[in-house]
């Protein structure tokens, strides 16, 4: 059974940071590219970054570019997402995603595997 399970979401006010963690059960963790999509109200959800397999490469959609993060632990099947200088845009729920496409021209799409998302709330 695969589980997701992101943390480290919560509310912050503009230009704080915030550090997001998602431990994955059930996959082989090394081996799979990872990803994070956010979704506001009323908004499709939308990739924000990928990391590949090995951690060679990197994604990011140009709104975060900068200022987000993306990175992997493998002996603790864990994944990160560091968001700093963040705005109010930023606002959304936060999902962690397993194994799907990872590029530079989508980031991230096709994905097998989701987590239940974690809120971040940036007021200004």
């Known amino acids: 059974q695969v589980q997701a399970v992101e943390s480290g979401g919560g509310s912050v006010q503009a230009g704080e940071s915030l550090r997001l963690s998602c431990t994955v059960s059930?996959?082989?963790?090394?081996?799979?590219?990872f990803g994070w999509f956010r979704q506001s109200p009323g908004k499709e959800r939308t990739a924000v970054s990928c990391?590949?397999?090995?951690?060679?490469?990197?994604y990011y959609a140009d709104s975060v570019k900068g200022r987000f993060t993306i990175s992997k632990v493998d002996s603790q099947n864990t994944l990160y997402l560091q968001m700093n200088n963040l705005s109010p845009e930023d606002t959304g729920t936060y999902f962690c995603a397993a194994r799907g496409w990872c590029s530079d021209t989508v980031v991230m799409k096709d994905v097998d595997y989701w987590g239940q998302g974690t809120q971040v709330t940036v007021s200004s």
């Open positions: 059930g996959l082989n963790f090394d081996l799979l590219n």
């Open positions: 990391i590949s397999w090995n951690a060679r490469y990197s």
